[in-house]
């Protein structure tokens, strides 16, 4: 059964850090491109960052470049995401995804919340 379980959300003042983890279980973790995303109330989900699974590259979307870092460990199964310098903009609801070479297979989390508010 494959399961993907959030944690690490929670309500920050701006300028404030959060550290969001992913713990997975059920598939082949290594072989998996993991993404973070979220969606805003009333707004599309979004694609915050993603890292390949072989080579571990990371990519950003332009609205959190150099104050998000997505890691991964393949040995505990982990994909965390350290976010630095946060907005009230960055108040969402925050998803792990995985994703197969292929393309063919994806898997969600259920989501933890964030709240960048003083």
């Known amino acids: 059964q494959v399961q993907l379980v959030e944690s690490g959300g929670g309500l920050v003042q701006p300028g404030g850090s959060l550290r969001l983890s992913c713990a997975a279980s059920g598939f082949t973790f290594s072989s998996y491109a993991m993404s973070w995303y979220r969606q805003a109330p009333g707004k599309v989900r979004e694609l915050v960052a993603t890292i390949t699974s072989i080579a571990g590259s990371p990519n950003y979307a332009d609205s959190v470049k150099g104050r998000f870092t997505i890691s991964r460990d393949n040995a505990k199964n982990t994909v965390d995401l350290q976010m630095n310098s946060l907005k009230p903009g960055d108040t969402a609801v925050y998803y792990c995804?995985?994703?197969?070479?292929?393309?063919?297979?994806?898997?969600w989390g259920q989501g933890t919340q964030v709240t960048v508010s003083s």
């Open positions: 995804n995985a994703q197969s070479l292929s393309g063919y297979w994806r898997y």
